[in-house]
């Protein structure tokens, strides 16, 4: 199976602040690497695909970059909404595998 | 929009059988050439078990091949997750998920009701 590490593992950021969040993977997974949000109680929600792309209806304050094995999520101009846990994930083969999350909490 | 909704016990017995189904609403289950199951244990990170294809082809993730079977009824526009001999370590929180494209991404997300394994 091909080990996806984030870092950092949690994160205290002000409102307004702009992060980015990092993912490595154990071996070459060309652009195969999507984003998820996931808040308390609620199930993740795709923010990007293929690396870059953004989905549909996701706010352009997220993007994502990166190929091969390193690959960062920034995200722009914090809002309250925006505190929660974040996972990367390979596609690039089966099974697919998800980083171990990067908590981001509002300082 | 597509919605997806699980549904089966909240609460399995120790070497028992957990049964979840998934109703597809908002498109026809034929939409989407992939369907997924994703999980979750309390506190912890997220899990693939497998994923069904529109022709009935499964993949499972090795760690719980022996024990999980996917399966699709397209007629219910629903598909299945089936878990046997089951231990405290498969109390999660179960997903059925719709896969994006051919690759494993997941844009649509049930709401993922939890599952505790105990007598």
């Known amino acids: 199976d091909i080990q996806m590490t984030q870092s950092p593992s949690s994160l205290s950021a002000s409102i307004g602040d702009r992060v980015t969040i990092a993912c490595r993977a154990s071996q070459s997974i060309s652009n195969s690497l999507n984003w998820y949000q996931q808040k308390p109680g609620k199930a993740p929600k795709l923010l990007i695909y293929a690396a870059s792309s953004l989905q549909s209806g996701v706010p352009s304050k997220f993007s994502g970059s990166g190929s091969g094995t390193d690959f960062t999520l920034t995200i722009s101009s914090l809002q309250p909404e925006d505190f929660a846990t974040y996972y990367c994930?390979?596609?690039?083969?089966?099974?697919?595998?998800f980083g171990q999350g990067t908590k981001l909490e509002i300082k | 929009q597509v919605q997806l909704q699980e549904s089966g016990p909240g609460l399995v017995k120790p070497s028992g059988t957990l049964s979840l189904t998934c109703a597809v609403s908002g498109d026809s289950i034929s939409s989407s050439i992939w369907w997924s199951w994703v999980r979750q244990p309390p506190g912890k990170g997220l899990e693939w078990i497998g994923e069904i294809h529109q022709s009935g082809t499964t993949n499972y993730n090795p760690s719980l091949k022996s024990r999980v079977t996917i399966s699709l009824d397209k007629s219910k526009n629903q598909f299945s997750l089936t878990l046997i001999s089951v231990t405290a370590a498969d109390t999660a929180f179960y997903y059925c998920?719709?896969?994006?494209?051919?690759?494993?991404?997941?844009?649509?997300w049930g709401q993922g009701p939890l599952v505790t394994v105990s007598s």
């Open positions: 998920t719709k896969v994006k494209g051919a690759s494993p991404t997941f844009d649509y």
């Open positions: 994930q390979q596609s690039y083969s089966i099974p697919p595998t």
